[in-house]
C-alpha cells in the first residue's frame, strides 16, 4: 500500500551538506517530549482541486495554536486510529487556525480516503507541528512543486514574498484543474509559475532548474520522477543546497540481507539487501503499525530481543535513552551483522 504522505530528507552538496543537515538536528523537537495532542475541530473543508481537499482546524475554544513554520507537518489521527503526516499549508502568520490538503489516492491510500470523508463540525486529534522540511533561505531561492506536493512549499513562497526574497516557484501538475491554490499563488505576483503538464508539456530537468541560481537554495517536493530528475540536475546548477520532501520510502543504501526473528510468534524472515525490515514483516504480519516509512515518525517501534546483532540506527526519532533501552524504529535501521530478533 503506498503511503499517503511521506516525511522529508533534506540533502546538500559539499560543505552545505553538513550545514543543512547540523541545523535540522539542532531544531527538530526532542521526541522524548514532543507535543501534546491536540483535539481540534474541523472548522472548514473545501474543495481544493480534483480529489484535492483542505481542512482548516481550529481549537473548540478558539483558542490560539502552537506556532509554526514553513515546512511544518501535523501528525493526524485518523477516525481508524491510523496516524498520518500532512504538511501545513496554511498561513503561519493565522495563530486561530491550520490549514491541510489531502490528495486522495486511487491505490492505497487508506488515510487520504478517510481524511477525504471527514465534515466540517467533527473533530480530530492532531500532534506537532513538528519540521522535517526546515526552510532556511539563503541566496537566490528556487522552489519547485508537483501536484499536492505545494502544500509544504506553499507557505515558503508566502515566506518569500513576505520578507521581499529572491525567490522563484515552480509548480507543476497534470491539468490546472488538478492543481491546488492557484488564485493564493497568483495573488503572489509573477514570481510563481504555474505549469499545467497539458499546456507546457511534461517538464524537463531543465525546465524544473532554469531559475536555480548559483549560490543559491532549491526545495522541491512532489512526486518520485520529479525529485529524481531535480537530484541529477542539481549539480550543474551552481546552486549551493537543495532540500526535498518525498512522498515514498526512500531506497535502502548499503543494506545486507539479514535474518529477522519474530520472539512471540516464533518465525524467521529473510530480508534482502534491498527491502527494509518494515516492508519484510509486514508481508508477513499486515496489521503491523507504521506512517512514515521514513525513520520520521516513530509508529513503527519496536523492542530488540537478545540475540541480535548490534542495530544500525538510521532514523532520525529514537533518543540516546530509547536506542539503549532497545528500541528500534524498523522501517530504516538494521543490524551491523546478519541477525536480528525483535519481540513480535
Ligand atoms: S514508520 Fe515512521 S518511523 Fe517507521
Same mark, same amino acid.
Given at each position: 500500500?503506498?503511503?499517503?504522505?511521506?516525511?522529508?530528507?533534506?540533502?546538500?552538496?559539499?560543505?552545505?551538506?553538513?550545514?543543512?543537515?547540523?541545523?535540522?538536528?539542532?531544531?527538530?523537537?526532542?521526541?522524548?517530549?514532543?507535543?501534546?495532542?491536540?483535539?481540534?475541530?474541523?472548522?472548514?473543508?473545501?474543495?481544493?482541486?480534483?480529489?484535492?481537499?483542505?481542512?482548516?482546524?481550529?481549537?473548540?475554544?478558539?483558542?490560539?495554536?502552537?506556532?509554526?513554520?514553513?515546512?511544518?507537518?501535523?501528525?493526524?489521527?485518523?477516525?481508524?486510529?491510523?496516524?498520518?503526516?500532512?504538511?501545513?499549508?496554511?498561513?503561519?502568520?493565522?495563530?486561530?487556525?491550520?490549514?491541510?490538503?489531502?490528495?486522495?489516492?486511487?491505490?492505497?491510500?487508506?488515510?487520504?480516503?478517510?481524511?477525504?470523508?471527514?465534515?466540517?463540525?467533527?473533530?480530530?486529534?492532531?500532534?506537532?507541528?513538528?519540521?522535517?522540511?526546515?526552510?532556511?533561505?539563503?541566496?537566490?531561492?528556487?522552489?519547485?512543486?508537483?501536484?499536492?506536493?505545494?502544500?509544504?512549499?506553499?507557505?515558503?513562497?508566502?515566506?518569500?514574498?513576505?520578507?521581499?526574497?529572491?525567490?522563484?516557484?515552480?509548480?507543476?501538475?497534470?491539468?490546472?484543474?488538478?492543481?491546488?491554490?492557484?488564485?493564493?499563488?497568483?495573488?503572489?505576483?509573477?514570481?510563481?509559475?504555474?505549469?499545467?503538464?497539458?499546456?507546457?508539456?511534461?517538464?524537463?530537468?531543465?525546465?524544473?532548474? &532554469?531559475?536555480? #541560481? !548559483? $549560490?543559491?537554495?532549491?526545495? *522541491?517536493?512532489?512526486?518520485?520522477?520529479?525529485?529524481? /530528475? @531535480?537530484?541529477?540536475?542539481?549539480?550543474?546548477?551552481?546552486?549551493?543546497?537543495?532540500?526535498?520532501?518525498?512522498?515514498?520510502?526512500?531506497?535502502?543504501?548499503?543494506?545486507?540481507?539479514?535474518?529477522?526473528?519474530?520472539?512471540?510468534?516464533?518465525?524467521?524472515?529473510?530480508?534482502?539487501?534491498?527491502?527494509?525490515?518494515?516492508?519484510?514483516?509486514?508481508?508477513?504480519?499486515?496489521?503491523?503499525?507504521?506512517?512514515?516509512?521514513?525513520?520520521?515518525?516513530?509508529?513503527?517501534?519496536?523492542?530488540?530481543?537478545?540475540?541480535?546483532?548490534?542495530?544500525?540506527?538510521?532514523?532520525?526519532?529514537?533518543?540516546? &535513552?530509547?536506542? #539503549? !533501552? $532497545?528500541?528500534?524504529?524498523? *522501517?530504516?535501521?538494521?543490524?551491523?551483522?546478519?541477525? /536480528? @530478533?525483535?519481540?513480535?
Amino acid at each position: 500500500m503506498p503511503p499517503d504522505r511521506m516525511l522529508s530528507v533534506v540533502t546538500a552538496v559539499g560543505d552545505r551538506y553538513t550545514r543543512a543537515l547540523r541545523f535540522f538536528r539542532s531544531s527538530r523537537p526532542d521526541p522524548g517530549a514532543g507535543p501534546a495532542d491536540l483535539r481540534l475541530r474541523i472548522a472548514e473543508r473545501r474543495v481544493e482541486a480534483d480529489e484535492v481537499v483542505s481542512l482548516r482546524l481550529v481549537r473548540p475554544d478558539g483558542g490560539p495554536l502552537p506556532a509554526w513554520q514553513p515546512g511544518c507537518h501535523l501528525d493526524v489521527t485518523l477516525p481508524s486510529s491510523r496516524r498520518r503526516q500532512y504538511s501545513l499549508c496554511g498561513d503561519p502568520a493565522d495563530r486561530r487556525a491550520y490549514r491541510i490538503a489531502v490528495r486522495r489516492l486511487s491505490t492505497g491510500g487508506g488515510g487520504s480516503r478517510e481524511i477525504h470523508r471527514l465534515t466540517a463540525g467533527e473533530t480530530v486529534t492532531v500532534r506537532g507541528p513538528r519540521n522535517a522540511f526546515p526552510f532556511v533561505a539563503e541566496g537566490p531561492l528556487l522552489l519547485i512543486a508537483g501536484g499536492i506536493g505545494i502544500t509544504p512549499v506553499l507557505p515558503m513562497a508566502r515566506e518569500g514574498a513576505r520578507r521581499g526574497l529572491d525567490w522563484r516557484l515552480v509548480y507543476t501538475g497534470r491539468t490546472r484543474a488538478s492543481m491546488s491554490f492557484l488564485g493564493e499563488l497568483e495573488r503572489l505576483g509573477d514570481r510563481a509559475f504555474i505549469r499545467p503538464d497539458d499546456e507546457y508539456g511534461v517538464p524537463s530537468v531543465d525546465d524544473l532548474l &532554469a531559475g536555480a #541560481a !548559483a $549560490g543559491g537554495s532549491v526545495y *522541491c517536493c512532489g512526486p518520485a520522477p520529479m525529485l529524481a /530528475l @531535480v537530484r541529477a540536475g542539481f549539480r550543474a546548477t551552481g546552486a549551493r543546497s537543495l532540500h526535498f520532501e518525498r512522498f515514498s520510502p526512500p531506497p535502502v543504501v548499503d543494506g545486507r540481507p539479514l535474518d529477522v526473528e519474530l520472539r512471540r510468534s516464533g518465525g524467521v524472515l529473510r530480508v534482502p539487501a534491498d527491502r527494509s525490515v518494515l516492508s519484510v514483516v509486514r508481508d508477513a504480519r499486515p496489521n503491523v503499525a507504521y506512517s512514515c516509512q521514513q525513520g520520521f515518525c516513530g509508529t513503527c517501534r519496536a523492542r530488540v530481543l537478545p540475540g541480535s546483532d548490534p542495530v544500525d540506527h538510521r532514523d532520525r526519532r529514537l533518543t540516546d &535513552a530509547q536506542r #539503549a !533501552a $532497545g528500541d528500534m524504529l524498523i *522501517c530504516v535501521s538494521r543490524v551491523h551483522g546478519d541477525r /536480528l @530478533v525483535l519481540d513480535l
